[in-house]
């Protein structure tokens, strides 16, 4: 079926300091992908949704500067969280999307990101 | 846009009974509703999906329907079994490339007791 890895799955980090967060379809090609984050609790929220060469597209109240999303094969995304804080701490979980696969959505195993 | 409203927020149940779990939306327009099981620190697994030409759906212990005149669909889980305890959730979507975005609902907390 159909595979969406992250990595990591776990990252602690500095307070100020960036992280990057890949995510990768391992056996089909995404025409999109998209990026959730989700706090304790809660449903998963998107940030952004990115087709493969262009810019991605912010949900309201994402700061694009912030969160940096690159979407540079049909396989693989990254995020960026820069200059992290502590109110970033989260579960960030990617997602694929191929319209050869009925246009269903895959979703990875998700990060972990603790500031301190 | 879509809003995707999920009840109960929480379930429990005993071992071997059904459970289930019910969404509305709003957007007339959407015409795919999938089910994601989501364990403890894991991401969403897809369980089921239903599109607007069907009315249910059956995979083994796993049904859903839809109602898409009164904009609900459900989710049943029937002889759950420990292993099905996790958060569920709903979602909907539009079709087309202008409605690309899942709208998930607030998630179920599902408990199978032994």
């Known amino acids: 079926g159909a595979v969406v890895s992250q990595h990591p799955s776990w990252v602690i980090c500095k307070s100020g300091t960036s992280v990057k967060i890949e995510c990768r379809s391992l056996d089909f090609q995404a025409t999109t992908m998209f990026w959730y984050r989700q706090f304790p609790k809660q449903s998963l929220m998107l940030m952004a949704t990115s087709n493969e060469g262009s810019k991605a597209t912010y949900e309201q109240g994402v700061e694009k500067d912030k969160f940096l999303i690159n979407h540079a094969s049909l396989t693989l995304s990254t995020l960026t969280v820069t200059s992290a804080h502590p109110e970033d701490s989260s579960f960030y979980i990617c997602?694929?999307?191929?319209?050869?696969?009925?246009?269903?959505?895959?979703f990875g195993p998700g990060t972990r990101l603790t500031v301190l | 846009g879509e809003n995707v409203e999920q009840h109960p927020s929480t379930l429990s149940v005993q071992e071997g009974d059904s459970a289930v779990i019910k969404c509305t939306y709003s957007?007339?327009?959407?015409?795919?509703f999938p089910w994601y099981k989501q364990e403890l620190g894991k991401g969403p697994q897809l369980i089921i999906d239903?599109?607007?030409?069907?009315g249910e759906k059956k995979d083994q212990r796993i049904a859903v329907t839809l109602n898409k005149t009164a904009k609900h669909f459900s989710l049943h889980i029937t002889e759950t079994q420990p292993e099905d305890s996790a958060v569920y959730f709903c979602a909907a979507r539009r079709g087309g490339a202008a409605g690309n975005k899942l709208t998930f609902g607030g998630g179920t907390r599902v408990l199978v007791k032994p």
């Open positions: 957007d007339s327009a959407s015409n795919y």
């Open positions: 239903i599109r607007s030409n069907v």
């Open positions: 997602s694929a999307r191929s319209g050869r696969i009925r246009n269903e959505q895959f």
